[in-house]
């Protein structure tokens, strides 16, 4: 099992960004994945989760700015309104169900300065 993020990078305040994270390596029926992200000197933070029966649910820090989406073997994460505060490497995660065995993407940095 490989995921492998993209779409990261420098974007102003205000602006938006999209993140990828494609599956690659095997098909699970059933499965939860998910964005965190991790600023300097701060603890990983959990921003949104979708199921593979297509409900989702956000920290409640981010609803209305982050809109979490997949298709096929690619999942999504849809930024916008960005701050300097969520400047982080982002990260998404799988974690296949019953077994709640976990893989992580390589993380991205998002930097968010003008």
């Known amino acids: 099992v490989q995921l492998v993020q993209s779409g990261g990078g420098l974007v102003q305040p205000g602006g938006s960004l999209r993140l990828s994270c494609t599956l690659s390596?095997?098909?699970?029926?059933?499965?939860?994945m998910a964005w965190d992200r991790q600023a300097p000197g701060k603890p990983r933070e959990f921003l949104a989760r979708i199921r593979s029966d297509g409900s989702t649910n956000y920290a409640d820090s981010e609803k209305g700015r982050f809109t979490i989406s997949r298709d096929k073997n690619t999942l999504y994460l849809q930024m916008d309104s960005l701050k300097p505060e969520d400047t982080a490497v982002y990260y998404c995660?799988?974690?296949?169900?019953?077994?709640?065995?976990?893989?992580w993407g390589q993380g991205i940095q998002v930097t968010v300065s003008s």
């Open positions: 390596g095997s098909i699970f029926m059933r499965y939860l």
């Open positions: 995660n799988i974690m296949v169900l019953p077994d709640g065995n976990s893989y």
